[in-house]
């Protein structure tokens, strides 16, 4: 009876402890590329992802209606971003070339990327983010900027460069430049790729730049020459209104000079006024 006793002792504790263990462990709901985050009641939002071949076990899980795991795609996401823009001040430096050069400039990126599993948590906590697609929508933020930041530094390259060509800028090692970027969101790169691209002539740009700052120079001196001619005619004007002023208040004072004037006398025999 004591043998009996002990072996159902054992076979109990056996299979309690074996119910803990599976409503503890949380891997086996987590499929191959994705990851779960659990959410629980009494502890909030878990640091450590659930990733699939990682074995994971939580005592929040034992507790009914505790927790919650959502669970995330890791597959790439893809998309294409294109760049439009021009150079500043491009249409009036445009205008300073008779051939009227185009100094546009437009890219077009394709890019694939995905969170890591660290940066699945992080997109749970910082944008309570609920499903895949809220994911695709923070990746596809990113990607934007990614494609903005990889613009500029095709610009910038296109600039010091004389004679920057689209088959320099295919070969641009975009996911060493990005990489600062991509750990910051933590994300990872799978593809960034330039698929089109239309860079302006930058030599062409600077002399039409340099022309326009000439033409400026001779515009602002001659209106500089023309605002002091202005000046010295007012002010002229000015002194002749004076003077017929203090005229004025000469004849008051002496009506008899009436009559020398009408007599035909000339105001330059009056005293100086």
Sequence with gaps: MKTFSRIFIFVFVLALAGTVFYFGWVQYRVRPDTCGVLISKTGGIREKPIKPGVFSWTWETLLPTNTEIRIFSLSP????????????????????????????????????????????????????????????????????????????????????????????????????????????NQVEISAFVLENSKIPDMNMYSLARESFYEYRKSVDKELVLSAKKEAEEISKDDRNIRRLERLGELFRKYPELLDIVKNGASLESLPQL
């Excluded at 070339?97 to 995905?114: A, C, G, T, V």
């Excluded at 933020?141 to 903005?148: N, P």
């Excluded at 600039?159 to 600062?180: Q, R, V, W, Y």
């Design 77 to 184: 996401y893809t998309v294409s971003k294109p760049i439009e823009g021009e150079l500043p001040s491009a249409e009036i430096y445009s205008m300073q070339i008779k051939q009227d050069p185009d100094f546009s400039y437009s890219f077009n990126f394709k890019i694939s990327l995905r969170f890591l599993p660290d940066g699945v948590v992080s997109a749970v906590k910082s944008n309570n983010a609920m499903s895949d697609g809220d994911l695709s929508a923070m990746l596809d933020s990113i990607a934007s900027e990614m494609a903005e930041t990889a613009a500029r530094a095709l610009m910038e390259a296109a600039e010091k460069k004389e004679g920057f060509t689209s088959l320099e800028a295919g070969n641009f090692d975009f996911k060493g430049m990005l990489e600062d970027l991509a750990l910051k």
